[in-house]
């Protein structure tokens, strides 16, 4: 079964940014639509950022303006650059494909991001 695994966050101050990457194991970003989802403290999981099978993107309200979804099919990797980061965007961020696909790749551990002062 693809794998998925999450890095780069961390612990940044209110307007500070982080980079975050998917790498999958095997090459499904020619075939699926990827998002990145978070799931808050006591918040149920949500989608935050979409990109296509090309390069079409979509991101949630919440996010939009600050947060870019690219994606490097030669890497198997997505990425998340987060700009002008909120204490509201602190959360465990997963990748998945877009709906999540039950006989797709399964959840990854996730990484945290912890914006605080």
């Known amino acids: 079964q693809v794998q998925l695994v999450e890095s780069g966050g961390g612990l940044v101050q209110p307007g500070g940014s982080l980079r975050l990457s998917c790498v999958a194991s095997?090459?499904?970003?020619?075939?699926?639509?990827m998002g990145w989802y978070r799931q808050g403290p006591g918040k149920q999981r949500e989608l935050v950022a979409s990109?296509?099978?090309?390069?079409?993107?979509d991101y949630a309200d919440s996010v939009k303006g600050r947060f870019t979804i690219s994606r490097d099919k030669s890497k198997n990797t997505v990425y998340l650059q987060m700009n002008n980061l909120k204490p509201d965007d602190t959360a465990v961020y997963y990748c998945?494909?877009?709906?999540?696909?039950?006989?797709?790749?399964?959840w990854g551990p996730g990484t945290l991001v912890t914006v605080s002062e």
């Open positions: 998945n494909t877009n709906p999540v696909d039950p006989r797709g790749p399964g």
């Open positions: 990109i296509t099978s090309g390069t079409s993107a």
């Open positions: 095997a090459s499904i970003l020619s075939i699926y639509a």
